[in-house]
C-alpha cells in the first residue's frame, strides 16, 4: 500500500507574536518544520511527502524540505487561503490507491509509534483520528450563558488524521464549509465514519511562544535518553 503524508504548512503563526510563520522558527537547532518533516520521513523509506507552503515564505520552505529529503520524497505546492484549500491542492498529487496522513506541520513532537499505528488503524478500518482525553473542566458557550459538560465524554483531536486515499479524495470534492475546522470534518460530513485512536499528549501543536519552550524541553531529553537518534 502507497503511503502519503500530507504536510499543512501554509499558516502565518500570527498567535506567536513573530513576523516569520511558527512552522520556520527555530527549535533545538534546526527548523520546526524539519523535525516534523523527518519524524515521517524516519518511518518508512517508501512514504511520500506533499508539502504545502505559505506563498509568502515559498523559498523558506523549500530550503527546509531540501534540508531535510536527501531522497527526493518531498514534492511542494502552494497553500491556499485557508488549510482546506492547501489539503486538497495536496491531494491532487496523491493517489487513490494509498493510506494518506494529513499532519499539522507545526506537531514536530510526533512519534514513529503513533504514526505506525494510525497507519494499521486505517488498514483496518478506512481512516484512524488520533485523539486524548481532557484533563481539565470543560464548559460549554451557548447563547450567552455557560454550562459544565462531561469532560469524560469529550476528546481533543489531534493529527495525524489519516485516510483511506479514495475516501479523502472524495470527500474534499465537496464545496467548503465553515465547520470543517479538519479532516475528520470533511469526510463525515461526506459521509465516512470516524474511527478514534488513541493520541499521544507530547504530540503537542505549536501554537503560542509557551508550547516551544515546551517542545524545547521535550526534545532536549530525548536527546538525553536516546544520544543517537536522529535530529
Not at 491531494?91 to 494499521?120: G, M, N
Not at 481539565?136 to 459538560?149: Q, T, Y
Not at 474511527?195 to 516551544?212: A, C, M, Q, S, W
Request: hydrophobic fraction near 40%; charge should be neutral; proline fraction near 4%.
Amino acid at each position: 500500500m502507497k503511503k502519503y503524508a500530507v504536510i499543512v504548512a501554509g499558516g502565518s503563526g500570527s498567535r506567536m507574536g513573530n513576523a516569520l510563520p511558527k512552522q520556520f522558527l527555530p527549535l533545538a537547532g534546526k527548523p520546526l518544520l524539519y523535525h516534523t518533516l523527518t519524524a515521517f520521513l524516519r518511518v518508512w523509506q517508501d512514504l511520500q511527502i506533499v508539502l504545502a507552503l505559505p506563498a509568502d515564505h515559498f523559498q523558506t520552505g523549500l530550503t527546509i524540505a531540501g534540508q531535510a529529503d536527501a531522497t527526493g520524497r518531498i514534492k511542494t505546492i502552494a497553500g491556499g487561503s485557508t488549510r482546506f484549500e492547501s489539503v486538497k491542492a495536496c491531494l491532487e498529487q496523491v493517489e487513490e490507491d494509498a493510506v494518506v496522513f494529513v499532519h499539522d506541520a507545526v506537531r514536530c513532537l510526533i512519534s514513529s509509534a503513533l504514526i505506525e499505528r494510525c497507519y494499521r488503524e486505517t488498514i483496518a478500518k478506512g481512516n484512524a483520528i488520533p485523539v486524548i482525553i481532557s484533563s481539565d473542566s470543560m464548559r460549554i458557550l451557548e447563547e450567552g450563558e455557560n454550562r459544565a459538560i462531561d469532560r469524560d465524554r469529550m476528546r481533543i483531536v489531534q493529527t495525524p488524521q489519516t485516510f483511506n486515499g479514495a475516501l479523502l479524495k472524495m470527500a474534499y470534492r465537496q464545496p467548503y464549509r465553515s465547520f470543517f475546522t479538519d479532516d475528520a470534518s470533511v469526510v463525515e460530513y461526506a459521509g465516512g465514519k470516524i474511527n478514534l485512536v488513541e493520541g499521544e499528549y507530547r504530540n503537542i501543536k505549536i501554537t503560542h511562544p509557551i508550547d516551544l519552550l515546551i517542545a524545547e524541553e521535550l526534545l532536549k531529553q530525548d536527546q538525553k535518553d536516546n544520544p543517537a537518534s536522529p535530529q
